[in-house]
């Protein structure tokens, strides 16, 4: 139980601009006082209601995750083929290009790149991350697999494991600079490789 003056913030928008933040500049590069000013809580408030920096940036990478999951999940309802929503969430990353000033990639592929296994809680977390995200792919491979739009070689999880390793690369590289023209001649060529 925590004791001390009841919360005065919504906890979710302070989440969400944290993890925002997190995205931005990546978690060794972000201080404290980054977070409370754009969280807009004191110190006192923070560790009450967060614990801590690194408890902050797991709920941070879990919630991304989620909603990342949740926003694919929906889009693979409406989408006509597996190989549609495919396409569809490798070209995510051809608007990023098109953005200009800085480009956050992914989160998840931020922390992935940031920690590697050198953190074993970290390593856990974006380990079943990248778990579900490979499932929701999966289950687009298969669709596809169902509905004659992905004919290529390979099993549901392998080409999931290929799809996902694929948009990690392409997101470092818009990350990196590369324009939206390069995004789209990658997709082209990861869409001929599933036909």
């Known amino acids: 139980m925590k004791y001390g003056r009841p919360m005065i913030y919504d906890p979710e928008r302070a989440l969400s601009d944290a993890m925002h933040v997190f995205w931005r500049l990546g978690y060794e590069a972000t201080s404290l006082t980054e977070l409370l000013k754009a969280m807009g809580l004191s110190k006192s408030s923070f560790y009450q209601g967060f614990g801590g920096k690194k408890e902050l940036f797991l709920l941070c990478l879990d919630r991304y995750a989620k909603e990342l999951c949740g926003v694919l999940q929906a889009e693979l309802a409406v989408s006509r083929t597996g190989l549609e929503f495919i396409e569809k969430v490798l070209l995510t990353s051809a608007g990023e290009a098109r953005r ?18 050198s953190d074993p809680e970290i390593a856990a977390h974006l380990s079943a991350d990248f778990a579900a995200l490979r499932r929701l792919l999966a289950s687009a491979v298969l669709r596809g697999q169902q509905d004659g739009s992905v004919t290529g070689d390979g099993d549901a999880e392998s080409l999931a494991k290929f799809l996902l390793s694929s948009l990690g690369g392409i997101k470092t590289m818009v990350k990196a600079g590369a324009g939206e023209a390069e995004v789209k001649a990658i997709v082209g060529c990861v869409a001929r490789a599933l036909r």
Request: with cysteine; net charge positive.
């Open 100 to 117: 200009r000033g800085a480009r956050y990639g992914c989160l998840l592929m931020n922390t992935a790149s940031e920690f590697g296994q």
